[in-house]
């Protein structure tokens, strides 16, 4: 392989995992949150979200939003507030790496 496509290859992975989030990080995290979302992302408290399978961009957008005020909830904003932006990114990876399905009512 020529040493100039090695360079990109190399750039484009640096650049994937430096947005993209690391899942296994993001699984250590997410420790902190499986009391109310489940140790697999869904839910053990009736009153709180499912997030197995969401989407990355979601997750990290109210997660952001959480810890920035925009959106406010009693726990989000205490559980949000000392997130850095590579914790919410690997949460987000974490919860969006793992696979739901769904079934229609007979
Ligand atoms: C004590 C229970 C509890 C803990 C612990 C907790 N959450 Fe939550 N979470 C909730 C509840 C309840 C909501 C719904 C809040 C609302 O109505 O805005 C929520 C909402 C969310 C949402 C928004 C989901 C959506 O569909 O919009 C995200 C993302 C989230 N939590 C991530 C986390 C992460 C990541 C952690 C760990 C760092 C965590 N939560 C810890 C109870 C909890």
Redesign the pocket.
Known sequence: MPVRTALILAGACLATSAFAGEVAAGRL??A??A???GPLGLAT?P???N?AG?SAI??TA??KA?RGGS?Q?E??TL??KP?SDDDIDN?AAW?SSLKVQVQAPP
């Open positions: 995290k997410a902190a949150c009391v109310c979302h408290l009153d709180a979200p997030l969401q979601y997750l109210q997660l959480y959106r909830h726990v989000m559980m949000a997130l949460l919860y």
